[in-house]
């Protein structure tokens, strides 16, 4: 059974930084594709940025120049760095992982940024 546990959320104020974890129970190397997700109240759910089993990057191109996706095959983690946080930042964020025939979420992590 995969789990995926998200650490690192909190209350910042705007322009601080937060880096968002997640770690996985299975070995993340039999992930196709890891990524980060968020869901601001009264919003969808939307693609922030994702990392593929090769080490290919991309992610939601308003985000680009302020948050970055890496991973730890080593220790099954990856990791979103935040930086510049603004208001519109607010939001719970989520780890997906997707093997050939699974989808697999973590529960979240609240992130708020005060103005």
């Known amino acids: 059974q995969v789990r995926l546990v998200e650490s690192g959320g909190g209350l910042v104020q705007a322009g601080e930084s937060l880096t968002l974890a997640c770690e996985a129970t299975g070995d993340i190397a039999t992930f196709n594709v890891m990524s980060w997700h968020r869901q601001a109240p009264g919003k969808e759910r939307e693609m922030v940025a994702y990392i593929t089993s090769g080490g290919s990057i991309n992610g939601k191109n308003t985000l680009k120049g302020r948050f970055t996706i890496s991973k730890d095959t080593a220790k099954n983690r990856i990791y979103l760095q935040m930086n510049s946080l603004i208001p519109e930042d607010t939001a719970v964020y989520y780890c997906?992982?997707?093997?050939?025939?699974?989808?697999?979420w973590g529960r979240g992590t609240q992130v708020t940024v005060s103005s």
């Open positions: 997906n992982a997707t093997a050939s025939t699974s989808d697999y």
